[in-house]
């Protein structure tokens, strides 16, 4: 383990295990979180020993429960674009690692959080994982890059679907709609 204080991250035989740890706050994407996610995953990047990055939440009820609404609620509109550019470029990052990424599922999979899956390679969810992108009910759009990626993973009429109405599906629907 390094010197992070939102994030956990470890190798042991080649694997990566990158754990966002704010169980308190079912693991919401802080600025401080997402920077040192970046931090990390350029470790990862220049590191040929990693050979696969595993991303998960700590605790056994969420993944990530998306972007910290209670820091959001605090930004001005230049801050909003800003938070958006730096979280997008984060996750950019991620899905340009040269090693497989896999999203380990352990729950709430919402807003940022389900960005965060997007970004991944591959996405294994546990029976209690759920998935949304709630941001409409908050007044504002999926921010992290989910209108793209989420189209290219279940599609354009599920990812409008999911966007359009907020609304959460369980791991079943989710593995359903693929
Ligand atoms: N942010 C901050 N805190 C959160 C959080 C979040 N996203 N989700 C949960 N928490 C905190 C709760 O506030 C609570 O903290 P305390 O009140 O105890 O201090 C703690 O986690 C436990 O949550 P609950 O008590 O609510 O737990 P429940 O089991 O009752 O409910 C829940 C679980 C996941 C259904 C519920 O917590 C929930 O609805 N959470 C919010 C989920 C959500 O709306 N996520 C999407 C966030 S929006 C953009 C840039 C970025 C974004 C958008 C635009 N632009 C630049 C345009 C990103 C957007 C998002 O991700």
Redesign the pocket.
Known sequence: NMEYQNILFSVEDGIGLLTINRP???N??NAATVTEMKDCVGKVAANSDIKVLVITGSGD??FV????????ATKNPAE??A??IF?QSVFTEIEKLPQPVIAAING?A????C?LSCACDFRYASENAKFGQ??V??G?????GGTQRLTRVVGRGYAKELIYTGGMIDAQEAHRIG
């Open positions: 308190k706050a079912l919401a994407l009820k969420s429960a998306g972007a910290d609404i209670k820091e959001m909003g674009r938070w958006g979280g709430f919402l807003g940022g959080g960005e709630p941001e009910g908050l504002i759009t999926p921010g992290f």
